[in-house]
């Protein structure tokens, strides 16, 4: 799995019948700094993320492995969005909101 | 399957049913001579690894198989902690022993 940015909605009026009950964003990669790699992906919304949130994606044949996109031509699905993330105990990132509880996952 | 070391912690509440209760790491892949290869990965982890320890990953959606929920859209979980590794050098130049934790 990989951390990403939604960064945008696909619109598409002309698709398989299969995928045609879902919810596509286009997700930026991030490393773990939160700087963006070159890559991004379009992923199914298995979650309902919005615009701007960092999530959490998966790809292959994982991405079929939701009540949502089984048995359908997916290969990438979002599947949870992040709070907070912390590398060698410094918090990186930290959800817009969750500062006033004034507590980092560093210091559980 | 390859190694990683673990580097961070994912915190998110919001997520699939399936997922609950799963611990989700941050690793940086390793090579065979356990130096820094490639991209961070987030995985799952089953086998209550920390901060720094040396792992095996498991990618692909066989990696789901390790979790209390298979059906979950994981692609990476750790399923071991590495104690020691060998690496053999092919053109019979010396193989070398590296520990999993410094």
Known sequence: ?108 | MYLGRVIGRVVATQRLPGLLGEKLLIVQPLDEKGETAGESVVACDVVDSGLGDVVHVCDGRESSMALRDPFVPVDATIVGHVEEFEHAEPAGAGGETRTGRE
């Open chain 1, 1 to 108: 799995m990989f951390i990403g940015k939604v960064v945008g909605t696909v619109v598409s009026s002309i698709k398989d019948p299969k995928v045609a009950a879902l919810k596509f964003q286009v997700v930026q990669e991030l490393d773990e700094r939160n700087r963006p790699r070159n890559k991004y992906v379009v992923a199914a919304d298995t979650i309902g993320a919005g615009q701007g949130d960092l999530v959490l994606f998966s790809q292959g044949s994982s991405a079929r492995q939701t009540t949502l996109t089984d048995g359908r031509p997916i290969d990438a699905a979002i599947f949870a969005v992040i709070d907070s993330w912390d590398v060698n105990d410094e918090l990186v990132y930290q959800k817009e909101g969750l500062e006033r509880l004034g507590r980092s996952p560093a210091e559980d």
